[in-house]
Structures are given as structure tokens and as C-alpha cells.
Nanobody
């Protein structure tokens, strides 16, 4: 069974940076696409970014493109989300997720089978 554990959330001022980490265990990490989603209070969970098992394939929501960078370290079974130029609207609980092979959409959270517990990111002055 896949387990995901996120870390790295916190509070930061607008324009600041944070790096989230997610450790994967239970299966062969190198065969899984990994994604990040976020959910703000009263809003639906939304796609942030994903990275394929082939590291040069990355995907971003338009709202974070150019500010966030997803990466993975296969030797450490870890996926990262580097977040720069943070804005108040980035405030949310951030979740790491992984779909079973054969999924159809990187951006649809219904396609993802495994989820971490979430980590809070708050951007406020």
C-alpha cells in the first residue's frame, strides 16, 4: 500500500518562498506519477502540479506557472514543490498524491488513488 507524508508547510509573507516535500513508500516510486493539489476553505480541491515518472515531463496550473517548480529525487523516494513569489491566494492545505498507472488526467483529483495528510501553507502579511 502506498503511503505519502508531506512536510514543509508554514506561514510566510507575500513574495516569500516555501518548499514542500512528500516522501513516498510502499511501492516502486519510480513507476508513479506524482501530483500536488491544494484546497482552500470553502473551495474544491484544485490541481497545482504533477511530474511524470520521466522527470522531464512536468505540468502546472496556470495560476502557479513560473512561480512553482515540481521535482523528484528517485533515490530518496521524494517529490518536492518549490514555491516562490507566494501570494495570499496560494493559502491552502497542500496535498501530495499519486495515481495508479493507467490514469487519464493529471489535473483531475478523482484520478488519484493515494493521498498524504496535507500540509498547511499560509501567505499573509
Amino acid at each position: 500500500q502506498v503511503q505519502l507524508v508531506e512536510s514543509g508547510g508554514g506561514s510566510v509573507q507575500p513574495g516569500g518562498s516555501l518548499t514542500l516535500s512528500c516522501i513516498f513508500s510502499g511501492r516502486d516510486f519510480m513507476t508513479y506519477t506524482m501530483g500536488w493539489f491544494r484546497q482552500a476553505p470553502g473551495k474544491e480541491r484544485e490541481f497545482v502540479s504533477a511530474i511524470n515518472w520521466s522527470p522531464d515531463r512536468t505540468y502546472y496550473a496556470d495560476s502557479v506557472k513560473g512561480r512553482f517548480t515540481i521535482s523528484r529525487d528517485n533515490a530518496k523516494n521524494t517529490v518536492f514543490l518549490q514555491m516562490n513569489s507566494l501570494k495570499p491566494e496560494d493559502t491552502a492545505v497542500y496535498y501530495c498524491a499519486a495515481p495508479e498507472p493507467g490514469f487519464n488526467s493529471y489535473t483531475d483529483y478523482h484520478e488519484y488513488d493515494y493521498w498524504g495528510q496535507g500540509t498547511q501553507v499560509t501567505v499573509s502579511s
